[in-house]
């Protein structure tokens, strides 16, 4: 509890963020600054869209499984970028018109967006390695 | 084959006006029957949209996209059902060998979440094949503006008004409360909430003598909680009558208490949280009672027409059930305005009818078809822990239409091979086959209680439709060793008086 509060103080975040939904501390404060829950559409577009720096969202649910093994993984390796790259994660039952709109079908389903476009995806579980070389080809590309 | 034009009633509905309307059809409702009707039109290159609203049960349970059959019928039924055999198995599997802790407990709360987020995958799995069929989709609750005019109100309250040239209603039902019973639906739950429970329902009253109180009290007997089953007169009426007591027996021999003859007058709510329920028992002439942690209304679902305003455009509904009346092209009484699935009256509350009636108009409305549906010999399997599957007609309804001088029933009582080592009665494992006795002596009945009945019956189902006879099934051979084989071996008539019960080798 007095983890959670001080995360809080630190962020300025709403007790409706991240760690409100996920109900999970994050165990690093680098983990913490480069990941986040989508809110609505327009922190969709405030937070990743109009994002200086490129982001990799997450699309998930809660009732997949893979899910649960690429999201934290995800988080890990993005948190090893050092802050040069994001990480938004977005249920698809909350957020349903946007995930449809990114054409998401199956899940998890993994978009690098930069600059506002969609410049890369991949679709299902990938091992550390495989993320490593996506998120550098994001950043460096 | 094609069907033959049958007149009128497949004129309408073709040459609308398009472009006056938004869309060239609107179905409202998006579950078994609306779904398919959708995206059968869609393929046609027509502009669809679907219009679904989930309203919340009187406890506040609610669910995503796909209708009855997804969230809170045929689908967690099954997987509950499974979970509640997979329990039997575990005690058969110490005869077989298994080194299993007898006795073996069930935790509610971990098969309720796997059911749940695998219906939630199906949602989503819905929406996704809406967006990709483009098929356009709405949140809403719709009603009628006018024959052509739909309004939708999202839960917010906010309204968008759809224009459509062909309209489908396929709001399906809704379980039925008792009216007349004090606490009944402030203390009660239905199906609509029972697949929906994080916690263990615990000791259960369901009151209803249908499929879905029999298939719920089994299931939730299987899995070790203390289940009793009320039932007013006859179990599965509509049913052959004699297979329904077959069940029935079953289920009182595997741990299902039930209480015959009774109906309930009252629901109050202790202190400890638990219900007591008062009931009358007909036989005994007096009150009794008993209390229990959850209480199960399956007395019946009604259609879900209320809201719709259906009486301001002129479709007619049946009286009696509320249902919506249509012809054999699942049209209604206003022009340009079709029903199809549970919604319709005197039609089967069954999926894959649904679905083959949507699919079927959609073909009729955009793609030059005439084909009818054919309600016929509809196969359909009572998920009991011990099933019940059957196609044609019941003993009774032969015996009625034909008269019992021209039928012939064929029967057996036999044993699944699998409940020998496992020491498993089966006394209640039994067939039988209704045929015309003239003739080629068709097969116009068939009837199955036994381990995967829905398996067993779906393949004979295809013969009945082709119009399968009696020599025919004798010229069958059948699978060895298998529960299936015995329908081709049924030589016993009841008309014999001779014991019926087969061995296998």
């Known amino acids: 509890m007095a983890q959670r509060l001080a995360l809080q103080r630190l962020l300025s975040l709403p007790l409706r963020g991240p760690l409100a939904s996920h109900g999970r501390a994050f165990g690093t404060s680098a983990r913490l600054r480069s990941t986040f829950n989508v809110q609505d559409g327009s922190d969709f577009q405030d937070r990743v869209l109009n994002s200086s720096k490129p982001v990799v969202v997450d699309f998930h649910a809660q009732w997949c499984g893979p899910c649960k093994i690429l999201g934290p993984r995800l988080e890990k390796m993005v948190a090893k970028q050092e802050g040069k790259v994001l990480m938004a994660k977005v249920d698809i039952d909350d957020h349903t018109d946007l995930a449809i709109e990114y054409e998401v079908s199956a899940v998890p389903t993994v978009l690098a967006v930069k600059n506002g476009d969609v410049v890369d995806k991949f679709v299902g579980i990938k091992d550390e390695d495989q993320l490593e070389a996506f998120l550098k080809k994001l950043i460096g590309a | ?287 009794e009672t008993d209390s229990f942690d959850t209480v199960m209304w399956a007395v019946g679902r009604a259609p879900d027409t209320k809201t719709l305003n259906l009486e301001t455009i002129g479709v007619k509904t049946n009286s009696e059930t509320g249902k919506i009346i249509v012809d054999a092209s699942e049209a209604t009484s206003v022009p340009h305005i079709y029903a199809v699935g549970d919604i319709t009256e005197g039609r089967p509350e069954l999926t894959p009818t649904a679905i083959a009636a949507g699919k079927l108009l959609a073909q009729r409305l955009f793609g030059q078809s005439s084909e009818l549906m054919d309600y016929d010999n509809v196969p359909t399997t009572v998920f009991t822990p011990l099933e019940y599957g059957c196609v044609g007609l019941s003993e009774e309804a032969a015996v009625q239409r034909h008269g019992s001088d021209n039928i012939e029933v064929y029967h057996a009582y036999y044993k699944p091979l699998e409940f020998t080592v496992a020491e498993r009665d089966a006394a209640q494992c039994y067939m039988k086959m209704v045929c015309l006795r003239e003739r080629e002596q068709r097969i116009l009945g068939l009837h199955f209680i036994g381990p995967n009945a829905g398996e067993v019956i779906q393949g004979f189902a295809l013969g009945i439709k082709c119009g399968a006879t009696y020599p025919q099934m004798m010229k069958t051979v059948g699978i060895h060793p298998t529960c299936a084989e015995e329908v081709t071996k049924l030589h016993i008539t009841k008309r014999s008086g001779l014991d019926a019960t087969v061995t296998g080798c």
Not at chain 2, 211 to 216: H, R
Not at chain 2, 259 to 269: A, I, M, N, S
């Open chain 2, 1 to 287: 084959s094609q069907r033959a034009w049958s007149g009128a009633g497949l004129c309408r509905g073709r040459g609308g006006s398009r472009g006056k309307n938004e869309y060239d059809l609107l179905v409202i409702g998006g579950g078994s029957g609306g779904l398919a009707c959708a995206k059968e039109a869609a393929q046609f290159g027509r502009k669809v949209a679907v219009l679904d609203y989930v309203e919340p049960s009187p406890q506040g349970t609610i669910w995503g996209l796909g209708g009855t059959c997804v969230n809170v019928g045929c689908i967690p039924k099954k997987l509950m059902h499974q979970a509640a055999l997979l329990g039997s198995a575990l005690k058969d599997a110490q005869h077989y060998g298994w080194n299993i802790s007898q006795p073996v407990h069930h935790t509610w709360s971990v098969m309720a979440q796997a059911v749940q987020n695998y219906v939630k995958s199906l949602n989503w799995g819905h929406r996704v094949q809406l967006q990709d069929k483009k098929v356009k989709y709405f949140n809403v609750k719709g009603s009628f503006a006018d024959p052509h005019t739909v309004r939708g109100l999202t839960k917010a309250g906010k309204e968008t008004v759809i224009t459509a040239d062909n309209i489908v209603i396929a709001t399906g039902g809704r379980p039925k409360y008792p009216t007349d019973i004090a606490g009944a639906r402030e203390y009660g739950i239905t199906s609509d909430d029972l697949f929906w429970l994080k916690e263990s329902p615990g000791k259960t009253l369901v009151v209803g003598a249908s499929y879905v109180s029999l298939e719920c009290a089994g299931f939730l007997t299987g899995i070790g909680l203390d289940t009793t089953v009320m039932m007013r007169s006859i179990p599965l009426r509509g049913f052959d009558q004699q297979m329904a007591s077959l069940v029935t027996e079953h289920m009182e021999s595997y741990g299902t208490k039930f209480l015959k003859r009774c109906f309930p007058t009252k629901v109050e709510k202790l202190k400890s949280n638990r219900l007591q329920v008062t009931w009358k028992n007909a036989d005994l002439n007096k009150e």
